[in-house]
T-cell receptor
Framework: DAGVIQSPRHEVTEMGQEVTLRCKPI?????LFWYRQTMMRGLELLIY????????DSGMPEDRFSAKMPNASFSTLKIQPSEPRDSAVYFC?????????????FGSGTRLTVV | GQQVMQIPQYQHVQEGEDFTTYCNSS?????IQWYKQRPGGHPVFLIQ?????EVKKQKRLTFQFGEAKKNSSLHITATQTTDVGTYFC???????????FGKGMKLTVNP
């Protein structure tokens, strides 16, 4: 199993540009989560999906952030326009929802720098 | 909203020492999970506790879930340099599927 795959690993972009982060969950997992990690705020849940359907997006900071999951094997997190305060490590995680809420498997993350 | 607090935030120990880190929730949890993140890495799942008062061991690591299901602890025996990293507890409130993470406890080990 290749694990949760995220791309790109690093992204440096200029303020105002659109950024798209990608995630491929573990095959067979039916829940997918997007987290953001910063020194100040720690790990924050942005949004999660069950069976490709967005369930809770209350953690999405503002309208500049959007997430989609068009099928069971792919999800995107888009920031448009990006701002310097969006700089963080973004993690995608997946799990098998009906397995008694077992542990999440995290991807390696995307380190985003907005200059 | 649900909050998970961890203490201490930083811990520096001498190799071979024991130590304990604690996790407290503002609400009753249906389960609590522990993760470890190495510097520059991603969180890796260690264990899940579900039952009140549950105790689980993984080699030198002992995890406990409080009787009221609002707190948890991680005890490491005979710390090694390979234990270096940040340990997170994360809880799920009953009926929810949102895993809320504490700020983590960063462990450094002096060889």
């Amino acid at each position: 199993d290749a694990g949760v795959i995220q791309s790109p690993r690093h992204e440096v972009t200029e303020m105002g540009q659109e950024v798209t982060l990608r995630c491929k969950p573990i095959s067979g997992h039916n829940s997918l989560f997007w987290y953001r990690q910063t020194m100040m705020r720690g790990l924050e849940l942005l949004i999660y999906f069950n069976n490709n359907v967005p369930i809770d997006d209350s953690g999405m900071p503002e309208d500049r952030f959007s997430a989609k999951m068009p099928n069971a094997s792919f999800s995107t997190l888009k920031i448009q326009p990006s701002e310097p305060r969006d700089s963080a490590v973004y993690f995608c995680a997946s799990t098998l929802r009906d397995r008694g809420r077992g542990g999440y498997t995290f991807g390696s993350g995307t380190r985003l720098t907005v200059v | 909203g649900q909050q998970v607090m961890q203490i201490p935030q930083y811990q520096h120990v001498q190799e071979g020492e024991d130590f304990t880190t604690y996790c407290n929730s503002s609400t009753t949890l249906s389960n609590i999970q522990w993760y470890k993140q190495r510097p520059g890495g991603h969180p890796v799942f260690l264990i899940q506790l579900v039952k009140s008062g549950e105790v689980k061991k993984q080699k030198r690591l002992t995890f406990q879930f409080g009787e009221a299901k609002k707190n948890s602890s991680l005890h490491i025996t005979a710390t090694q340099t390979t234990d270096v990293g940040t340990y997170f507890c994360a809880g799920i409130q009953g009926g929810s599927e949102k895993l809320v993470f504490g700020k983590g406890m960063k462990l450094t080990v002096n060889p």
